[in-house]
């Protein structure tokens, strides 16, 4: 059965990560709403022009514009099969937003909710210490996961880059949103049935065990599939 992944878990949880590795062995999209977002900031866009302002103080952009942009996203014909939605919906208001988008356009795929479980003390540190690859979208930690060679890639040797949105001051922000505004989705989701929690404060190929347990992907220890890319 076609499915429809949604990942929730606290900014720096490793859940971009963990997309990335499902949406490459499903070959399913991996649709997440802060790159889709930066990307309308960088082309100066109206959604983006109005987003900027949010997104520089680590506030949630308004619901009515993230469900436009998901929309136009989900109806692209990549997604056909299932996708999975890394950072989306993140309050009660988007979620049923996304329920509302559903309806519309005849959406009937069963929906899993990943909830990536993981104490939040370290994750501002990780978020502050965490580089990207701008060229491949690697990421990196400076200090728990460095490239061989100091501000580099190690896929393409291009210099790191780091998110304008990954300082303390906006980092403690995004956290207070998150406790705000997100957390009150677990119980939203448990509540239907569809739920189900991950312990993500382990290394992340024995995460990727327990998501491709979760998702029925067969074991195959043939094949490298853990990868990195933006949380
Ligand atoms: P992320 O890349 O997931 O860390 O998101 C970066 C920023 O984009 C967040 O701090 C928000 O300002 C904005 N953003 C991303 N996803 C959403 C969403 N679903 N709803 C509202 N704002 C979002």
Redesign the pocket.
Known sequence: MDKIFIFLGP?GCGKGTQTANLSNKLHLPHID???L?RKHVQKETPYGLEAKS??DK????PARI?ADIIKTRILEPDTEHGYILD????SIE?AKLLEDVFKEIGEKKEIVAFYFDIPTDTLVERLVNRRFCPKCGMIYNKKSSPPKIDNCCDICCEKLSKRS?DTEEVAQE?FKTYFKETAPLLEFYKEKGILEEIDADKPIDEVWEEIKELADIEPDDSEMDSIRTEE
């Open positions: 900014p709403t802060g790159s977002l949010y997104m680590g506030q949630l952009v993230v950072g989306y919906p993140r988007q949105d995004r």
